[in-house]
């Protein structure tokens, strides 16, 4: 558990070190999951104390966003006249994007289905 | 002379990280607990409940913000280090990701395109101010990535925090929902769909449907941080433009 935490921190912080030599418009901890994810393949499997680590974060991750959520109650006077349009905005707009994305995904799945068919045929 | 000890008590922890700290667990796994009670029903998202509870605490109990954030921080700091950690779920399913390139590359610059323009055009159509507009336009990657985008193109970034959060429960409240409606079953397409849209929080919500669901979640919440670095820049100029 220490070593798999150590291993996550370890790569947090070589992705930071690229994002700043680099300056990429990425966060550091995205570029460390890039980075981690090569290491793993490269090494051809992950080891069993940082698949159980790793499990046992994501199980829980969205308790990490609890603290920026609860800033809620900073800005709530800032946005009071436009707690609707901004809700309305949001949803929907939320909604949209999983319907889109699912929509596109199935579209070239099967546009590539139909493609190996034909191809085998 | 049992009250002034209490209230003497309540004075020194209120104060230190500790209360908060232990505060934002206890809130969230009541609502994890209420979530799971009831199926893990979309609706009774456990982040959602959490923050209820938080914010009326600290409400009746006149604590500022900032006081309960300097408790709340240690676990705001493991965002991080799980966003690192989804390279392992990724590399698990890496053989069914791979066979899948086109589909997935296709339907990540669709929908991160989708999320940013949408929230725009509908916020803007609905008369939200400027400042408001540019801090919605990241709304759908995870919190740290879409605080960095709003700071990039004029938003406020806390705001944005803020608005990330709605993001990803509204995602992980509604997906089940959008996803039936439109008849999709296979779970790589959910996830991938959930994570572009609605990132961690919504991943976190896949991953409580399926690994598979988790595991796609999480590329797309990964992939879409990075495209909408990119893209939410662009399409802002081009906004400006027309």
Redesign the interface.
């Known amino acids: 558990m220490i070593g798999a ?1 150590t291993t ?2 370890g ?2 912080l070589a ?1 930071e070190i690229v994002v700043h030599l680099l300056a990429l ?6 570029v ?3 980075l ?2 090569l290491s ?2 490269a090494r051809g499997s ?1 080891p069993e104390p ?2 159980d ?3 046992g ?19 709530l006077q ?2 009071s006249g ?1 707690v ?23 579209w ?2 099967r546009m ?1 289905h139909a493609a190996h068919g034909d191809a085998e045929r | 002379m049992i009250t002034p000890q209490i209230a003497d008590i309540w004075v020194y922890l209120s104060a230190r990280p500790l209360l908060w700290l232990t505060l ?2 206890v ?2 796994q009541g609502g ?1 607990a209420i979530y799971r009670h009831f199926g893990f029903h979309p609706l009774l ?3 959602a409940l ?2 209820v509870a ?2 009326g605490t ?2 009746l109990s006149g604590t500022p ?1 900032q006081t ?2 300097d408790g ?2 240690f ?2 700091f ?15 399913q ?1 053989d069914k990701l791979r066979a ?1 390139l ?3 590359g ?3 610059v ?2 991160s395109v ?2 940013i323009v ?2 725009l055009g ?2 803007w159509a ?4 400027d400042a ?1 507009l540019l801090s ?1 336009a990241p ?2 990657v995870t ?3 879409a605080m ?1 985008i709003a700071e ?1 193109i004029g938003g406020i970034p ?2 944005t ?12 409240v ?2 089940k929902y ?2 039936d409606a ?1 008849g ?1 079953a ?1 779970h790589s ?2 996830g ?3 994570g ?3 990132h ?2 919504g ?3 896949a ?2 449907v399926s690994e598979q669901a ?1 595991a796609f979640s ?1 590329l ?1 919440m ?1 992939l879409n ?2 495209a909408t ?2 893209l939410a820049p662009a399409l802002l100029a081009l906004w400006r433009v027309l």
Do not use: C
Not at chain 1, 25 to 30: K, N, S
């Open positions: 935490l996550l921190l790569y947090q992705g418009p990425v966060p550091g901890p995205v460390g999951m890039v981690l994810f793993l393949w992950a940082l698949r680590t790793a499990s974060m994501l199980q829980h991750f969205s308790l990490l966003f609890v603290p920026a959520g609860v800033g809620v109650m900073v800005h800032r946005v436009e609707w349009p901004i809700l309305v905005a949001v949803l929907a707009s939320t909604a949209l994007a999983i319907a889109v994305s699912a929509l596109a995904m199935q070239l799945i590539r | 934002t667990l809130a969230y994890y998202n456990p982040v959490a923050i938080l914010v600290l409400a913000y309960y954030f709340a921080q676990v705001h493991l965002l991080g280090p799980a966003t690192v950690a989804l390279a392992v779920p990724l590399y698990a890496f899948l086109v589909p997935l296709g339907a990540l669709v929908g989708t999320a949408s929230v509908i916020g609905l008369g939200v101010a408001t919605l709304k759908s919190t740290p990535i960095g990039k806390s705001l925090a803020v608005l990330v959060i709605l993001t990803g429960i509204s995602g992980a509604m997906a959008v996803l439109l999709i296979d397409v959910r991938f769909a959930v572009i849209a609605a961690g929080i991943t976190a919500r991953f409580q988790g999480g797309a990964g941080g990075a670095a990119l």
